[in-house]
C-alpha cells in the first residue's frame, strides 16, 4: 500500500504548542503533552514538557527504522528512557509531572499496526468499515471535572477562573495517572506500556485514517460538527485539515466562555494527522505547524 495523500496540522492554543506530530516512510505519530499541574505555572513546567514530547519523538524516529521492532517495545524503550533521565524526582506528586498521550501507527504490508496511550485518537476507514479507537478514561474524569467547572461559573465565575477553582479536583484525578482504575499515559511508566491500546487493523485496496489529539477531536466529541468520524473523512474529499481546523477555531472563539460548548479552556493545542492509502503512485503532502 502506498501512501497518495498525507496532511498533518499542529496548531497552538496558547503562547506554546505542547502537541506535535511525526511520519516517516510508513510509520506515523501524534502526541499531545500534559503539563504539571503546579502553581503558579511557570515556564519550567512548560518546558518540562516539551523535553518529555520531543525526546520521545526523537526516541521513536530512531526506534522505527527497526522494521521488526514492535511498537510496543519502541514505546517500551521510550519509558525506560524517560525514567532513567527524571530519576531523582520520586519525592515529587503524580500531578507534579509531565506526562503525554501518543497515539503511533505503522503501515506494514496489508495490516495497520497501531499503539496508543491516553485520550488520543485513531479513526480508521476502509470501505463502509469504520473503526474508531480511543481511551475514555480521561474523558470520563473530565466530564466530572467540568461539571463542577460550570457549577462555579453558574456561580458567577468566569471561565478561567472556574478553570483555577477546580484545581483540586483536577490534581485528584492527575493522582490517577497510570493505576489500575484510574488511566493510562505515557510518563516514563514502563507499567503504562503494557496498558496501551495494541492491536492491527486489515487494509483495504483504499483506507484512510486520521490520528488526532483531544484539541482536534473536538469537532466530533465537543463541537458536534460531525455526528461521527465517517462524516469527517467524507468532508476531507473536498476540504484540507487546515481548513477544518479555521472551522474549530471559529467555534471556538465564538464560546470563549466555554458555555455553549463546556471545556476547560477556549482554545486547545490541536494537531491531526491523515493518511489516505491505496495503490496509486504520487504523494499529495501538506504540513502545517504553529
Known amino acids: 500500500m502506498k501512501v497518495i495523500r498525507l496532511e498533518a496540522i499542529s496548531l497552538a492554543g496558547s503562547d506554546i504548542n505542547e502537541d506535535l506530530y511525526g511520519y516517516d516512510a510508513q510509520a506515523f505519530w501524534v ?114 471535572a467540568i461539571k463542577e467547572k460550570l457549577r462555579f461559573q453558574a456561580e458567577g465565575l468566569t471561565s478561567a477562573a472556574a478553570r483555577q477553582a477546580i484545581l483540586p479536583i483536577l490534581r485528584r484525578h492527575r493522582s490517577l495517572m497510570n493505576t489500575p482504575g484510574g488511566y493510562w499515559i505515557f510518563n516514563g511508566s514502563p507499567e503504562a506500556i503494557k496498558n496501551a491500546l495494541t492491536g492491527t487493523i486489515k487494509l483495504g485496496n483504499s483506507s484512510e485514517f486520521i490520528l488526532a489529539t483531544d484539541g482536534f477531536s473536538r469537532l466530533v466529541d465537543t463541537f458536534h460538527v460531525y455526528p461521527t468520524w465517517s462524516y469527517l473523512f467524507q468532508d476531507l474529499k473536498k476540504s484540507s485539515l487546515s481548513e477544518l481546523a479555521g472551522r474549530l477555531r471559529q467555534l471556538e472563539q465564538d464560546d470563549l466562555e466555554c458555555l455553549q460548548y463546556p471545556r476547560f479552556s477556549p482554545h486547545d493545542d490541536a494537531t491531526a494527522l491523515y493518511v489516505e492509502l491505496g495503490d496509486e503512485a504520487g504523494r499529495r503532502t501538506s504540513l502545517t505547524s504553529e
Open 31 to 144: 502526541m499531545d503533552g500534559a503539563t504539571a499541574l503546579v502553581t503558579p505555572y511557570t515556564g519550567d513546567a512548560a518546558a518540562e514538557v516539551c523535553w518529555l514530547i520531543n525526546k520521545v519523538d526523537g526516541i521513536i524516529r530512531s526506534g522505527i527504522k527497526e522494521r521488526n521492532a514492535a511498537l510496543p517495545e519502541i514505546m517500551r524503550m521510550a519509558a525506560l528512557t524517560v525514567r532513567r533521565e527524571l530519576a531523582g524526582n520520586e519525592n515529587r506528586q503524580p500531578w507534579e509531572f509531565p506526562s503525554c498521550s501518543i497515539a503511533l501507527v505503522r503501515v506494514n504490508k496489508d495490516f495497520l499496526e497501531y499503539f496508543l496511550l491516553g485520550d488520543v485518537t485513531l479513526a480508521f476507514k476502509s470501505g463502509e468499515e469504520l473503526r474508531v479507537i480511543s481511551d475514555d478514561a480521561i474523558r470520563k474524569l473530565d466530564a466530572k
